[in-house]
Each structure stands twice: as C-alpha cells, then as structure tokens.
C-alpha cells in the first residue's frame, strides 16, 4: 500500500529551467527524496546556469567601464536573463 506524502513539498509542482515546446513554463511534481531523471536533469541545467552568471558577472566587471553602447545593451540584456534564472532558483531553494 502506498502511504500519502509526508510533506506539502513533495506534492508541489517544481519549474523546470527551460520551457515546454510550445514555449510555456514546464512543471514536475517529484520526490525531493527521491529525485527523478526529469529532476536530475533539471539540476544539473540549473547548476550550469549558475556557473554562467558568475561567468557573465566576471565579464561585466571587466566591461563596465570600456564597452561602448551596444556592447553595454547586450550586457544588460545577458544579466537580465542571468538574473531571471538566478532568482527562480534561489525562489525554488528558499522553500
């Protein structure tokens, strides 16, 4: 007999790091015991991701004070997507 989740975390949905083919969010519902492939990949997405932005932030340090206009539009647009990740991730972990 399967007993019921112990916990409200186990039954809430998780975004995933990249989007359904018809370009809406994509959700899983796992066990954060007993994480899925799904999970698991979604994991390792979210761990290059963060090692892209402290790439990215190296790069806008280096930047900020030489780039030219285009350059510093394409920065901003490249932190602001970095930042968009970041912060869905770091929502997921807070709870």
């Known amino acids: ?5 112990d916990s409200e975390e186990s039954c809430r949905p998780r975004r995933l790091p990249w989007s359904r ?10 066990d954060p015991e007993r994480p899925g492939r799904v999970s698991r990949l979604a994991d390792a997405a979210e761990d290059v991701q963060l090692e892209m932005a402290g790439v990215l932030l190296g790069h806008a340090r280096q930047l900020a004070d030489e780039a030219g206009p285009q350059e510093l539009r394409y920065l901003v647009a490249e932190l602001t997507r970095s930042l968009s990740d ?3 991730i770091a929502q997921r972990v807070k709870r």
Not at 21 to 30: M, N, Q, S
Request: charged share 30%; hydrophobic share 45%.
């Open 1 to 5: 007999m399967r007993s019921e989740p």
């Open 21 to 30: 083919a018809d370009g809406k969010t994509a959700y899983v519902i796992a």
């Open 86 to 88: 970041i912060l869905r």
